[in-house]
């Protein structure tokens, strides 16, 4: 039997929901009326956790403990009262005896209702059932609960409600707390990782008068006192690499990302990125990094290369495939634009495959390459992989490729479908970033309103000069998804976006 159903009840599930709120209150207002009124009560003194006394057992048997948590069920009604506390760290369970803890306070618990949050100070032992419990000698009801938690055998399920109410997920659903406790794991691991390589973690602007750094609609919000629209970053990028002008070298952000569009399994407007600059290094470098933070989290966390994702077996033990795009749509959707030199047979190519250009992108060799790999390669990409040399026409922040100029330095990683990572060669030449972002600003006068802004103070930075730098970005909350196995990134953010329920 799952945890979600060993929930019980204090009161009946048939009784109206405006009866079972009139029952607490009125238990309250009878605590407040004695002079008991649980919300004075300001701090409990914590010796112990669940799990701490279970997995201690030995040394703490006979010893004293003090727990602290919410009441999940209560049994027997006796002169003995066996009940479930749920603490951060999971479940033990209480034994509560008249010969203990006396007459009043036995009869106090009895009163207490599931969700109701008390203070325990007892005696660590194992029952005749062979059950770790913790026999009280005394219980304090530290936090009255006026709502009822979810009926016992449906639970909370309801995703809508669960995103909207996830403090009673939590209490009620255990695999969600593992969830973000996973999460914030990785973090730590992620930092580490960059600190351990001589990354200096920094901050930068959340409100930008620019919105730069990636292709992505922006937040508009404005600013009182300046008078002026201000933007919701989109990116960290901008702002990070006039810090390796600047001579930091290594540096890096882990922080929230803004973009106004819309919402689906793999998106929501705001999120979770780290994004890292090495001067001197290239994309080369930058997948050693993808693949050691995904790699070293998933065996330090989980013990295991070996993720279950979407349904597919995710292999993430060291030495994923590297993979240029032209090689990618060539095996993956029989063409070989590597053969293909002319603009407007590259376009033939992809249209012959069922591959139409977005209305706004120039007839290109570059822009039917990647058509091509959008539609009919990336849904194809389980295993990780790392697909490299971008159109230049897709990468107005990336260093062209020596070999090949239509090409640029820029690697995505894909695993199970979903994009995980984007870096580059950074582009460091001031020159061809401004006539990058000219274009950028046509296509954006053309209709397409995810474009490039031009930033006169980047540009102006690179005039300095930027030292040869390698770049990365990665999602944060895709990477929770695989380590959790969760197919919706609102499985793994404590508050998505919601749409206002209507009154």
């Not at 005394?138 to 449906?154: A, G, Q």
């Not at 409100?207 to 989109?234: Q, S």
């Not at 600003?441 to 540009?459: A, P, V, Y």
Request: charged share 30%; proline share 4%.
């Amino acid at each position: 039997m799952s945890e979600q159903k060993k929930i019980d009840q204090s009161t009946p599930a048939e009784q109206p929901l405006s009866e079972l709120l009139k029952v607490r209150r009125d238990k309250l207002a009878a605590l407040q009326a004695e002079g008991k009124d649980p919300f004075t009560i300001t701090k409990f003194e914590v010796t112990h956790h669940s799990a701490e006394v279970k997995d201690n057992f030995d040394a703490l048997e006979g010893q004293t403990a003090r727990l602290a948590g919410r009441l999940m069920s209560k049994r027997g009604m006796g002169k003995a009262v066996f009940a479930d506390l749920q603490d951060r760290e999971g479940r033990i369970q209480l034994y509560v005896r008249i010969d203990d803890v006396g007459e009043e306070q036995l009869a106090s618990f009895k009163k207490y209702d599931i969700g109701d949050i008390v203070g325990v100070e007892g005696e660590v032992f194992r029952t005749q059932r062979g059950e770790i419990s913790v026999k009280a000698k005394t219980v304090t009801l530290l936090s009255k609960s006026l709502l009822s938690l979810p009926e016992k055998f449906h639970g909370l399920t309801d995703v809508e409600t669960r995103c909207r109410q996830r403090y009673v997920d939590l209490i009620v659903n255990p695999e969600v707390k593992r969830n973000f406790q996973i999460r914030s794991r990785f973090i730590q691991y992620v930092r580490k990782f960059m600190d351990d390589r001589g990354y200096m973690e920094v901050e930068t602007p959340v409100l930008n008068t620019l919105a730069g750094g990636a292709a992505a609609r922006p937040f508009i919000t404005h600013h009182n006192t300046l008078d002026i629209d201000m933007y919701m970053r989109i990116a960290t990028e901008l702002p990070l690499k006039r810090l390796i002008v600047g001579g930091l070298e290594r540096v890096y952000e882990i922080g929230r990302i803004f973009r106004n569009e819309g919402m689906d399994n793999r998106h929501n407007p705001e999120f979770t990125t780290i994004e890292l600059y090495e001067a001197y290094a290239d994309f080369h470098d930058m997948m050693d990094i993808a693949e050691g933070i995904l790699a070293g989290a998933a065996k330090d966390i989980l013990g295991d290369y070996h993720v279950q994702w979407q349904g597919e077996d995710i292999d993430l033990t060291p030495g994923w495939r590297r993979l240029t795009m032209v090689d990618a749509v060539k095996e993956y959707a029989g063409v070989d634009f590597g053969t293909i030199t002319d603009d407007g047979e590259a376009v033939a190519a992809a249209n012959a495959i069922g591959v139409e250009l977005a209305d706004t992108a120039d007839k290109t060799w570059g822009n039917a390459l990647y058509a091509c790999f959008d539609q009919k390669v990336e849904e194809k990409l389980i295993q990780p992989t790392f697909i490299t040399m971008y159109p230049v026409e897709v990468s107005p922040l990336t260093k062209r490729s020596p070999a090949d100029p239509r090409l640029t330095e820029r690697f995505e990683l894909f695993i199970c479908r979903s994009e995980m990572a984007n870096a580059y060669s950074e582009l460091n030449d001031p020159i061809d970033q401004r006539q990058r972002f000219e274009k950028q600003i046509e296509l954006r006068d053309r209709g397409d309103d995810e474009t490039e802004m031009l930033d006169e103070d980047f540009l102006t930075a690179l005039e300095y000069g930027m030292p040869p730098t390698g770049g990365m970005g990665m999602g944060i909350d895709r990477c929770v998804m695989m380590l959790t196995g969760q197919d919706s990134i609102r499985e793994v953010l404590l508050f998505p976006t919601m749409k206002p329920l209507e009154n």
